[in-house]
């Protein structure tokens, strides 16, 4: 079998990326190549950065690739030896077509897997409360597809059970009638789901006869399901997602993509629909001499001041390829916040002094208890960073070194996707900025009009007065000024500004 490659046939679930399996996780992460639907969550995507992206579309109106084009370029890549995951929306073998798919790969002798996902129904069951089956209702549920409605035997399904439409949208008029006819009380409770599981969700409910009009009425469009049944009933009582205290709000995070893993994975876990626009990203020093001077008389420092993870992180990444190492740290170590100090405790070494913020008066009211006159003081840190603090940290007699260990930088990508995001009809509703940086680059990409309407939260008073500098109005600062200040903030202002 040597050189040839193998297809992964993975339902990538409903929409939330969360709901992909353990399994289809893992093997996305590998993927050299993957071949992708219209309905597949862009977010996973991201699992596999270097894999090539093939799109294969299937949206109604723009079919992008035939089915046979789709299954001969599965072929083509696994005889290339590549490991391919065909990453469908839902699962694979729900209305997925799946099955011709791994019929072409039998037929020319590629090797397979097929990884399941969490089907549309099975999604919306969750996301609104409403339990497809239950002791009291119904104990049959069908799935059923809603894109001809001719080829369905309407006398057969649809008369006591849960009826979960797929593709049913633009026929659920005329599907409506035939269920009426044939015998359902037009009394059942019915409702339509439109991008179930994400924080874009919509809802509409009715009834098996008035439900058409109503997604008539609010133009509801493609992908949404349908689902007809007693059950449907329990949604009021039951309905936990769209209760999320951020559900609906659309919230803008402008750190570097790898540092907006937490803040976005806890407001996504209270609802939000997050969206990533960064504005800063971060590179070496273009001059890395004077911090390189820093390093070899390491051991002559008795103060080593950090003022970011990332401080730290380039510190090292520098001491690294230097002749020297961490045996050469004699110095009390002070790490501005809490994220700095677990940076640095997670070397095993143990902080001094954790000032809340890099102000002047923070950081002198938590090293005054040590006596700093004749004590010698490195701050590795970035260019554009604030030099207050030395100054006053002088004042008391020390000698300071600052050093540059690392530098901002303003990805490019993100000009264009904060013209999209902030310019659009639906424009998000809170904007968040965790250091003075970040304000200067999204307003440098931006500008502050595109902030009209948008809430403004930050991290604390020194990114608060850059932000009012440039005359905009903080709506909450976080209090502690960390990752998780900022969250609770946003959620206090949620509930009181409007
Ligand atoms: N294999 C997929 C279904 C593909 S057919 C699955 O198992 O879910 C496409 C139809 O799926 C859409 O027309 C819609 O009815 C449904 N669907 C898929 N994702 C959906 C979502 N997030 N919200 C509502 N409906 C969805």
Redesign the pocket.
């Known amino acids: 079998m040597s050189g040839l490659g193998k297809v992964y046939l993975v339902?990538g679930g409903?929409?939330d990326p969360d709901l992909i399996t353990v399994k289809g996780h893992a093997v996305l992460q590998q993927a050299e190549v993957i071949v992708y639907d219209n309905?597949v969550s862009r977010e996973l995507l991201a699992l596999a950065p270097d894999a090539l992206l093939i799109y294969a579309g299937k949206k109604k109106s723009d079919h992008a690739m035939p089915q046979d084009e789709i299954s001969a370029l599965l072929v083509q890549h696994a005889r290339e030896g590549k490991r391919v995951v065909r990453l469908?929306?839902?699962?694979?073998f729900?209305?997925?077509r799946g099955g011709e798919e791994m019929e072409a790969l039998t037929e020319a002798g590629i090797p397979y897997e097929v990884v399941p996902?969490v089907?549309?129904?099975l999604?919306?069951a969750a996301y609104n409360g409403v339990p497809l089956t239950h002791r009291d209702h119904t104990s049959v549920v069908s799935f059923v597809?809603g894109h001809n409605p001719d080829q369905i035997d309407w006398n057969k399904v649809g008369h006591a059970e849960t009826l979960v439409?797929?593709?049913?949208?633009s026929n659920l008029t005329e599907i409506a009638r035939r269920l009426i006819v044939a015998g359902r009380n037009p009394e059942t409770p019915a409702m339509a789901?439109?991008?179930?599981?994400?924080a874009t969700?919509t809802t509409i409910v009715g009834t098996l006869a008035t439900l058409p009009a109503l997604v008539e009425q609010a133009h509801m469009k493609?992908?949404?399901?349908i689902v007809i049944g007693e059950v449907v009933g329990l949604r009021e009582k039951l309905n936990w997602y769209e209760r999320l205290p951020l559900f609906g709000k659309k919230i803008v995070i402008t750190r570097a993509t790898s540092q907006t893993a937490t803040l976005g994975h806890k407001l996504h876990e209270l609802g939000a629909d997050v969206v990533e626009l960064p504005v800063i990203s971060f590179a070496p020093p273009l001059d890395p001499a004077p911090l390189d001077q820093a390093l070899a008389s390491l051991p002559a420092y008795d103060w080593l001041i950090f003022t970011s993870a990332n401080g730290v992180r380039y510190f090292l990444e520098r001491l690294d390829k230097s002749p020297h190492d961490l045996r050469d740290l004699r110095a009390k170590l002070c790490a501005i916040g809490p994220a700095t100090a677990r940076e640095l405790e997670a070397l095993h070494l143990k902080v001094d002094v954790v000032p809340e913020e890099y102000v002047a008066e923070s950081l002198v009211a938590a090293m005054s208890k040590f006596e700093l006159a004749g004590k010698r003081i490195l701050i590795p840190q970035a260019a554009v960073a604030r030099d207050v603090a030395p100054a006053a940290l002088r004042e008391l007699g020390a000698t300071v070194d600052v050093a540059e260990s690392y530098r901002t930088i303003v990805p490019r990508a993100s000009e264009a996707k904060a013209k999209e995001l902030f310019g659009s009809a639906r424009k998000p509703d809170w904007i968040t900025f965790t250091s003075s940086s970040t304000v200067k680059n999204f307003l440098a990409l931006a500008g502050a009009g595109a902030l009209e309407g948008v809430h403004i939260a930050s991290i604390g008073p020194v990114t608060s007065d850059t932000l009012r500098m440039h005359g905009l109005t903080v709506d909450v600062e976080a209090r502690p000024h960390t990752i998780e200040g900022l969250v609770d903030a946003i959620l206090l202002g949620s509930a009181t500004l409007h």
């Open positions: 339902g409903p929409g309905l469908k929306g839902g699962d694979p729900i209305f997925g996902g089907t549309a129904a999604g919306i597809t439409l797929y593709m049913g949208l789901v439109r991008w179930a599981t994400r969700q493609p992908p949404a399901t």
